[in-house]
Structures are given as C-alpha cells and as structure tokens.
C-alpha cells in the first residue's frame, strides 16, 4: 500500500533578487494553519528558518545547507515526539480516501494533529472547527486510517439529537457500509463495528437519568474508540458515564465553539472549562473568520433592530389595559397573575405579543423584498413553540396578502413551524427542496449540527444570552452554497 505523505514544513519562494527574508513572516502564518514544525523563506540563493516549536529563527543561511528529507524527517521525529515506523503512528501514513483532493488543507491539519497525539501515546483530544468546515469529514478520515492501520475494534459516535445521528450514519456507512449501524431504543447494534447513537437513546441525556441502556447493552471498556460531535452541547452532566466507563478508549471531542469567546456566561464558561480540563487545549483550531478568508465559510452582514418597547419593558397597568387573556383558555387573566413589570427577556415566553410579533414579522419580510425576494430559505430562531406557531402564521398572512397584490401564485408552506413538537419532518424540505418550505420558525431544534447550505437569513427573535448558543445558531448560515449562487 503507498503511504500518505506528511506535511512537516513549508517554505515560501520569492524572487532570486528579493532578501530572503521577505517571505518569512508570511510563512509563519502558512505554517500555523498547516499545523508543520518547520517554516523556510528562500530566494534561491540563501534560506532563513524559523521553528516552530521552540521560536528560534536562522538567517541568510546557504541554500546548500537547506536540510535533506532525512534531517527533516529525523528532526520532525523529534519535535513530535514520535516515530513514524512505530505501530501507534501507523495511521498517519494510511492514504486518504479519495486522494489528496477530497480534503482541504485545515482538515489533513487536523486529522494530522489528533493522529499524532495519539501517536505520542495521548488518549485524549478536542478539535475546535467552524461550523460548516466538515467536522464529521474529519472523524470519519481519522476512524477510517485508524481502522486500515488494524487499530479499530469498536467505534462510538455520540451525537445530542436524531436529525446528527442520521447525518453521521449517513457519512459513516459510506465509508465502512455495513459497519457502521444506528443505535435505537430497539436496536443496540452489538455485532457493528462503528455505532452511531444519541445522549437520549443511551439515557445519558440528563442529570436524573439512569444511563441504563449503556450500561446494560455495552460493558466498560466495551468501545476502543469514542467521537462526542458537538461537546459544548452536553453540559457535561449524565453523559460523562460513557467516557468513564470507556476509560481505556480514545476519546477524540469535537465543537464549533471558540476556546476564548467574549462575554460568555458562567454555564458558558463551565462548559468550557470542563472540555479543556478533560481533553485539553484543542489540538488543532479553524475559527469561522478563517474560513471565511479561505472562501470555504459564507460571509454574513449582521443586521441589527430594535422593537420600540422592549427597552422599557411592559407594565401590569398597561397589560390590564389592554384586557389581556389567557393563551390557552382565552379567558381574561387575574390580575393578581400578572407580573408589576415584564422585561423584553420574557417577551414571547411569558407574555405574548400579538402586535410586536406583526411588526417583527413585517419588517423581516420587507428585508427580503429588499435583498433578493421572499423565497430566500432563512431560519428564524423564536422564544417558544407557540411563538414559533404565531411567527409561522403571520409570516404566512403577510405572504398571502404579498401575492394577492402582485397577483402571483403562492408557493407552498412559505412559512412553517419546525420544532421538537411538530414540523421536523419538514427539515428536508427546508433543505432539498426550491420551490416550498422557505421559512422555518423554530427554538432549539435547529441550533447547532443540522446541514442546511441554502439557508441565507438566520434571523434571531429571540433574546440568546449564551455566545456559544449564538455561535451555533448562526453556524446554520455559513456554509457555501454554489448550487443556489450562495457566497454570503
């Protein structure tokens, strides 16, 4: 079998009249992104060096001087710590499958740190990758080169929700086939070599739950090798059972979320520090702004509103007012249940606005008449399913009245309710299909992980405290789109 070749240094060329400097500080920035230990700038004539790991630079060194592929290889041997003819560093010289061209620079980067720090003999490992730069590609490639090394005995991939668990299955089984299997509450999969399963059908979701499934379908230590896809999203309560009792297997954590984040929240802040306690600094990292640079991330325009009464709040005198009653019953409401004074945070899930959810709605669908039409696909992320419901019908009125004045024909479920509730199975139409399903009114469902590439709004009429929430919500536009003409 031939051998993957393994980046470990890059060198930037620049005119035989140019000083070989020139090129140097430029090569730094190549050679962070290609995650190698060695950076060279040459004109042709002299070379200058700068390593990586200890910071030390050479300058205006002859060019016949520049070190042979033995001094490098022995040289990165050694910075590695490793040895590339020892058993544990044999997945790192598996070709990839597909070639050289079915994967970008940052992911072999990747795929290159998290092998070598198993190499090293680490069991442990986080990567932190934009949304949309293809973290599942990543942990397929690594269990893939793990598995044609003779490494692989067992394999879980643990997701937080059904819609991942079949993306993963999906991309897995068209690497191992057969191998690979969905775990269900019927179907534990026990003759699978790769299992892909969710928090909740394992019963690890939540604190109070038992973890019964896992315990009793798959023994300690039962796995050799563990991917939790999207860490951030665990809180790390009940699920930490599978990597306990798994504590010999490889255990390789994958988030979209930044490591250092502005203006993160104590759960924010909890979540993070637990991911870096346990697994460590990340191995490898691609931010979104990067990915954007690269041309592989959609560049986003943040446009900003504010409704005129939510930095007043709303007070009882004017709620009794206006003869409020009871979303359920429709009865009027008791005065003595109604708040002194509602901020804008309950807005939607306490108390529900009629009028601010119109004049919201109007003003987004006014912005779409403005920056390309209405049947742009766009997400919007609201308090509650009933503030899902009641943005889904008014942006389907304001709709209607639109195509009754143009005297155009109105495309099917313009807009719809996509929550836990109902609506999910719409999610494909949302994706796959032109013509209908252009407006998901949601809360959580659509948060992080769902592969939606022609979405171009992701809309927030909702208040998000968390930066990591934030972060994974507006993931859902950033991927490309060239089918439909999407760069941004």
């Keep these: 079998m031939p051998q993957q070749p393994i980046a470990v240094a890059v060198i930037e ?5 140019d000083p070989p400097t020139l090129g140097l500080e430029q090569a730094k920035i190549y050679g962070k992104r290609l995650r190698v230990p060695f950076v060279f700038s040459s004109n042709g004539h002299l070379y200058c060096e700068y390593a990586v790991e200890t910071g030390e630079t050479r ?5 016949a001087k520049f070190p042979t592929p033995d001094e490098l290889l022995a040289r990165y041997h050694r910075v590695r710590g490793i040895t590339l003819t020892s058993k544990a560093a044999q997945p790192l010289l598996v070709p990839y499958r597909g070639g050289e061209s079915g994967r970008r620079y940052y992911q072999d980067a990747a795929i290159r740190a998290t092998l070598e720090k198993i190499a090293r003999g680490g069991t442990r490992a986080l990567l932190s990758l934009a949304t949309g730069a293809g973290k599942t590609y990543i942990a397929v490639q690594i269990l893939k080169k793990i598995a044609d090394a003779g490494q692989l005995r067992r394999a879980l991939f643990l997701v937080d929700r059904d819609e991942l668990r079949s993306q993963a299955l999906g991309a897995l089984q068209n690497v191992f086939q057969s191998n690979a299997a969905e ?14 399963a969710t928090y909740q059908t394992l019963d690890i979701a939540n604190e109070d739950d038992t973890g019964n499934f896992l315990t009793q379908h798959y023994p300690e230590n039962y796995f050799s090798h563990i991917i939790i896809d999207e860490c951030h999203r665990s809180a790390w309560n009940k699920w930490s059972l599978v990597l306990t009792r798994n504590a010999d297997a490889i255990q390789i954590s994958l988030t979209a979320t930044p490591r250092q984040i502005e203006g993160e929240t104590d759960e924010d802040k909890l979540v993070t520090a637990n991911n870096l306690k346990y697994f460590g ?18 560049a986003c325009e943040v446009v900003q509103r504010e409704v005129d009464i939510d930095p007043r709040g709303v007070t009882r005198t004017e709620i009794l007012k206006r003869g409020a009653t009871d979303a359920i019953t429709g009865e009027n409401v008791d005065p003595k249940d109604v708040r002194k004074k509602y901020k804008a945070t309950s807005f939607e899930a306490r108390l529900m606005l009629p009028e601010r959810v119109r004049a919201m709605c109007k003003d987004l669908f006014n912005h ?30 304001i709709y209607a009245e639109f195509c009754r004045t143009a005297q155009i024909a109105p495309k099917e479920y313009f807009a719809f309710e996509c929550t836990g509730i109902q609506g999910s199975e719409h999610l494909a139409d949302l994706r796959g299909l032109r013509n209908s399903h252009f407006v998901a009114c949601t809360v959580d469902l659509l948060t992080t992980g769902v592969d939606v ?5 992701i809309v927030f009429f909702k208040y998000v405290d968390s930066p990591i929430a934030f972060h994974q919500m507006i993931g859902r536009g950033t991927r490309l789109d060239p089918e439909s003409g999407k760069l941004m």
């Design 368 to 397: 779409l008449l403005a920056t390309g039409g209405p049947h742009q696909k766009t997400i919007i992320f609201c308090a509650r399913e009933t503030h899902a419901s009641d943005v889904a019908a008014e942006m389907g009125n």
């Design 59 to 63: 300058l205006h060194v002859p060019l």
């Design 453 to 457: 590439p022609n979405v171009r709004n």
């Design 183 to 196: 775990v269900s509450g019927n179907h534990p999969e026990p003759n699978a070599r790769i299992l892909i």
């Design 281 to 298: 600094e990340p191995v490898y990292e691609y931010s979104l702004a990067q990915g954007i640079d690269d041309g592989y991330l959609a």
């Design 13 to 17: 060329a620049k005119r035989d009249d």
